[in-house]
């Protein structure tokens, strides 16, 4: 497909946000601009959108390039000059402008549409959290989170006489020569310890800022103060309590059995940390593609007998250079598919080495990249800007609707069934991890005035009761305590996790409908995607034909759906 940059109406196509001079003239004007009716207010809206996109998108690319280069000096310049002194001075103007949007008589004309009605609550809540005292402080948030990007980005270890990443380190863990993956995880551990104390202080000093937002604010904790901030209306924290039960009662049983089955086919009673991810048939790490390049062109082919639309999607970011797919020193971990407004084609940032979790990775961050192809149309930036709930279960989605076409990447049939099998249960096991992330950001923001021992003993204690039991951790029992400084959400975006889990089960029920009716279900996913977020997170659910629930009974039901499925080897 050809894309274009939509011709900008309201800001100048020539404007270069190099100071907030720049920028100012157009918060100004919209602040000052007289509406004497509905057609004048839609247009105002739309001239505003049309600035927070452009703003986002400059934000946006600052911090795509940083993290694929956090060594340049420059391009980290570039990005804390934008959170600490164009965002602290929009912030009063975007608050102006959100008191202005609501008070004017055409608002409640509006509100009775569905798409605005939930773009409006979003802007009424901003106004219900603003604060001037904590514009400064969000600034010194953003620039603070930012940190553990640049200290884990620099963690790298020596093997085979050079250095490598830790996504490639860990992807040794797979490779069924035991002593070398003892010595990795052993190399993982010394390097990473080195990085604790630093981690923990940067962890506590965003916790100590975190907090003081959220008084400032008028609440009690920072978990309520997010709560409303990442606009959660449509269900409780006594609900992810319910999570979090639920998780412990139906899911854990099933990884144990999982483990327990991979502990009989390696005669073992008990693994060893660097064993969870070994083929217990004593297998090499299963290997879809050997660089980038592959792994997009396969990911476009499993795409293209989908549907047409999803692969066209990929082929354009291609074309457009917004991908950067390899792992290499001195590039911020993990993978992100980051919305660009403006333009409405996305960029994708990940680490690949190889390894079947990249593929994975890639699907996932191609699901989020079609769901922002499907929303770019929508009138205002504001209809786009998804909760996690919604957005993660496009990418989720992907990851297992994608599963009936992964011959692409596999030849052999039986490598293309152990790799159905590891991601169906690489879902199951994730979802104890997930609630365990959560379950400790509620205690560790309930609690700001905890020590770093208390922090340490919590996630010891948590870890037990989402725990299987079957892994020892002799020995190595610092590295348990210390494991969730891996977790990038804790640091960069607090909360930002159970959607993960929420999210999970969504795609599971998504990927169950596909099984019946291939054809509908993707209908069905695109529908629902195709909304952004102009409606409720259940009625999104609902539209792609899936429940908005994480009751027991209904996450019993589908666990078992999916232990059969794994029992029949029917995936």
């Given at each position: 497909?050809?894309?274009?940059?939509?011709?900008?109406?309201f800001?100048?196509?020539?404007?270069?946000v190099?100071?907030?001079e720049a920028?100012e003239?157009?918060?100004?004007?919209?602040?000052?601009?007289?509406?004497?009716s509905?057609?004048?207010?839609?247009?105002?809206?739309?001239d505003?959108?049309e600035?927070d996109?452009?703003?986002e998108?400059n934000?946006?690319?600052?911090?795509?390039?940083?993290?694929?280069?956090t060594?340049?000096?420059?391009?980290?310049?570039?990005?804390?000059?934008?959170?600490?002194?164009?965002?602290?001075?929009?912030?009063p103007?975007?608050?102006?402008?959100?008191?202005?949007?609501?008070?004017?008589?055409?608002f409640?004309?509006?509100?009775?549409?569905e798409s605005?009605?939930i773009?409006?609550?979003?802007?009424?809540?901003s106004?219900?959290?603003?604060?001037?005292e904590?514009?400064?402080?969000?600034?010194?948030?953003?620039?603070?989170?930012?940190v553990?990007?640049?200290?884990s980005?620099?963690?790298t270890?020596?093997?085979?006489?050079?250095?490598?990443?830790?996504?490639?380190?860990?992807?040794?863990l797979?490779d069924?020569?035991?002593q070398?993956?003892?010595e990795?995880?052993?190399k993982?551990?010394l390097?990473r310890?080195?990085?604790?104390?630093?981690?923990?202080d940067?962890?506590?000093?965003?916790?100590k800022?975190?907090?003081?937002?959220?008084?400032?604010?008028?609440?009690?904790?920072?978990?309520?103060?997010?709560?409303?901030?990442l606009?959660r209306?449509?269900?409780?924290?006594?609900?992810?309590?319910?999570?979090h039960?639920t998780?412990?009662?139906?899911?854990?049983?099933?990884v144990?059995?999982?483990q327990?089955?991979?502990?009989s086919s390696?005669?073992?009673?008990?693994?060893?940390?660097?064993d969870?991810e070994?083929?217990?048939?004593?297998?090499?790490?299963?290997?879809?593609?050997?660089?980038?390049?592959?792994?997009?062109?396969?990911t476009?082919?499993?795409?293209?007998?989908?549907d047409?639309y999803?692969?066209?999607?990929?082929?354009?970011?291609?074309?457009m250079?917004?991908?950067d797919?390899?792992?290499?020193?001195g590039?911020a971990p993990g993978?992100?598919?980051?919305?660009?407004?403006?333009?409405g084609?996305?960029?994708?940032?990940?680490n690949?080495?190889?390894?079947?979790?990249?593929?994975?990775?890639?699907?996932?961050?191609g699901?989020?990249?079609?769901?922002?192809?499907?929303?770019?149309?929508l009138e205002?930036?504001?209809?786009?800007?998804?909760?996690?709930e919604?957005?993660?279960l496009?990418s989720?989605?992907m990851?297992?609707l994608?599963?009936?076409?992964?011959d692409?990447?596999y030849?052999?049939?039986?490598?293309?069934?152990?790799?159905?099998?590891?991601?169906?249960?690489s879902?199951?096991?994730?979802?104890p991890?997930?609630?365990?992330?959560?379950?400790?950001?509620?205690w560790?923001?309930?609690n700001?005035?905890?020590?770093?021992?208390?922090?340490?003993?919590?996630w010891?204690?948590?870890g037990?009761?989402?725990?299987?039991?079957?892994v020892?951790?002799?020995?190595?029992?610092?590295?348990?305590?210390?494991?969730?400084q891996?977790q990038m959400?804790?640091?960069e975006?607090?909360?930002y996790?159970i959607?993960?889990g929420?999210?999970?089960?969504?795609?599971?029920s998504?990927?169950k409908?596909?099984?019946?009716?291939e054809?509908?279900?993707?209908?069905?996913y695109?529908?629902?995607?195709?909304?952004?977020?102009?409606?409720?997170?259940?009625?999104?659910?609902?539209?792609?034909?899936?429940?908005?629930?994480?009751?027991?009974?209904y996450?019993?039901?589908?666990?078992?759906?999916?232990?059969?499925?794994?029992?029949?080897?029917?995936?």
């Amino acid at each position: 497909m050809h894309i274009e940059k939509p011709k900008r109406i309201f800001l100048s196509e020539n404007l270069i946000v190099d100071s907030w001079e720049a920028v100012e003239i157009y918060y100004k004007h919209l602040l000052e601009r007289p509406i004497n009716s509905l057609e004048e207010y839609k247009k105002w809206l739309k001239d505003r959108s049309e600035l927070d996109a452009v703003m986002e998108e400059n934000g946006a690319w600052r911090y795509i390039k940083m993290t694929i280069d956090t060594t340049n000096e420059e391009l980290t310049k570039d990005y804390t000059f934008f959170v600490t002194e164009i965002q602290p001075k929009a912030a009063p103007y975007e608050d102006l402008l959100n008191k202005k949007m609501v008070e004017l008589e055409y608002f409640n004309s509006l509100k009775t549409d569905e798409s605005y009605a939930i773009y409006f609550r979003a802007i009424k809540t901003s106004l219900d959290l603003y604060r001037e005292e904590n514009i400064a402080l969000d600034a010194e948030i953003n620039e603070k989170s930012q940190v553990f990007g640049a200290i884990s980005g620099a963690q790298t270890i020596a093997h085979e006489d050079e250095q490598i990443t830790m996504q490639k380190a860990a992807s040794l863990l797979k490779d069924p020569n035991a002593q070398l993956r003892k010595e990795v995880f052993e190399k993982m551990a010394l390097r990473r310890k080195e990085d604790i104390e630093k981690l923990d202080d940067l962890y506590s000093e965003l916790i100590k800022k975190r907090h003081e937002v959220s008084v400032n604010a008028g609440f009690k904790n920072y978990r309520d103060f997010m709560f409303q901030a990442l606009g959660r209306f449509d269900y409780t924290k006594e609900d992810c309590f319910q999570f979090h039960a639920t998780v412990k009662k139906s899911i854990v049983p099933l990884v144990k059995q999982i483990q327990q089955n991979k502990l009989s086919s390696l005669g073992q009673e008990k693994f060893k940390p660097w064993d969870t991810e070994v083929d217990p048939l004593g297998r090499k790490p299963l290997q879809p593609f050997v660089d980038g390049k592959e792994l997009l062109d396969k990911t476009i082919s499993v795409f293209q007998k989908m549907d047409t639309y999803f692969s066209d999607c990929l082929e354009t970011m291609n074309s457009m250079g917004y991908l950067d797919l390899e792992s290499k020193q001195g590039k911020a971990p993990g993978g992100y598919n980051y919305p660009l407004y403006e333009i409405g084609v996305p960029f994708i940032f990940m680490n690949a080495v190889g390894s079947q979790k990249d593929l994975v990775t890639m699907v996932h961050e191609g699901g989020h990249a079609i769901h922002s192809f499907l929303t770019r149309n929508l009138e205002l930036t504001g209809f786009k800007n998804l909760p996690s709930e919604v957005a993660e279960l496009a990418s989720m989605s992907m990851e297992l609707l994608s599963m009936k076409y992964w011959d692409i990447f596999y030849d052999d049939p039986t490598d293309l069934q152990r790799a159905k099998q590891d991601q169906l249960e690489s879902v199951i096991v994730i979802l104890p991890w997930i609630a365990q992330i959560d379950e400790f950001q509620h205690w560790v923001y309930e609690n700001p005035d905890h020590s770093i021992a208390n922090r340490k003993e919590k996630w010891l204690k948590l870890g037990e009761s989402y725990s299987t039991g079957l892994v020892d951790w002799t020995g190595y029992e610092e590295v348990r305590m210390n494991s969730w400084q891996k977790q990038m959400h804790l640091f960069e975006v607090p909360f930002y996790y159970i959607e993960y889990g929420i999210a999970q089960l969504g795609a599971l029920s998504i990927w169950k409908n596909s099984i019946e009716n291939e054809a509908k279900a993707l209908a069905a996913y695109k529908q629902a995607l195709s909304l952004g977020y102009t409606a409720s997170i259940p009625k999104i659910y609902k539209e792609a034909n899936v429940a908005f629930d994480f009751s027991e009974t209904y996450i019993n039901d589908l666990m078992g759906f999916v232990g059969q499925q794994l029992a029949d080897n029917k995936i």
